[in-house]
């Protein structure tokens, strides 16, 4: 498959090879854990779990969960990214992930971080297959989007999810490489589209069972 593939392998041993994100010709993770503060509010364990070069999206985190995450993400070679706080991603050196419904505070900063060649300063962005995101990803020009909801989804009972073939047209015009996430688990693993960067999850990594409670911080 080439040596810019990564093969993950998920809970229950399923596995597939992706094309992960490039930032300044360095692979980005293909398989990503996001917390969340009332689903998955401390990640460490499932984060601790995790294989090398993998991510975590830390949202709503306390800010001793973070530099837990921090540490934790220097030893095993794993990449933090902090939504919505541009600021404590510059203390942690961290890169910085921007939700497409709600404001990010610190961002001027992380941005000018990021300009000046931090190599931690990753970027990436929340997208739901709108014009809003693909033209916000246009303007931002992120490392990496994760578009979502792929498959119906825990977060947000209900929601329409966008399905394999409409995740896919929506990831063209992303503006970047676009990672699936929402529903994404060991038995959906096979229908994740081609064209993705890599796969996110949250009850899908977690060492445990997560709180049923909707939260929307997309």
Do not use: K, N, Y
Not at 34 to 50: G, I, V
Not at 137 to 143: H, Q, T, Y
Not at 170 to 199: D, H, I, K, S
């Amino acid at each position: 498959m080439g040596e810019r593939t990564r093969l993950i392998v998920l809970p229950g041993g399923r596995a597939r090879r992706f094309r992960p994100a490039l930032r300044r010709g360095r692979p980005l993770p293909a398989l990503w854990l996001f917390s969340d503060p009332q689903r998955l509010p401390d990640p460490l364990a499932a984060a601790a779990r995790l294989p090398r070069g993998a991510g975590v999206v830390a949202r709503g985190a306390a800010p001793s969960v973070l530099r837990a995450l921090a540490s934790l993400a220097r030893r095993r070679g794993l990449v933090l990214l902090v939504a919505g706080e541009g600021r404590a991603a510059l203390a942690l050196r961290a890169g910085l992930h921007l939700p497409e419904r709600r404001g990010a505070a610190g961002l001027l900063p992380f941005l000018a971080a990021r300009r000046a060649g931090a190599p931690f300063a990753a970027l990436s962005l929340a997208a739901h297959g709108g014009a809003r995101g693909a033209a916000r990803a246009r303007r931002l020009r992120p490392d990496l989007v994760f578009l979502s909801p792929l498959f119906p989804t825990a977060s947000h009972p209900g929601a329409l999810a966008l399905g394999p073939l409409r995740w896919q047209a929506a990831a063209r015009r992303a503006g970047a490489p676009a990672a699936a996430l929402g529903g994404v688990a060991a038995a959906r693993l096979r229908r994740v589209p081609g064209r993705a960067a890599g796969v996110a999850a949250i009850g899908g990594l977690a060492t445990g069972p997560v709180a049923a409670t909707p939260q929307c911080l997309r």
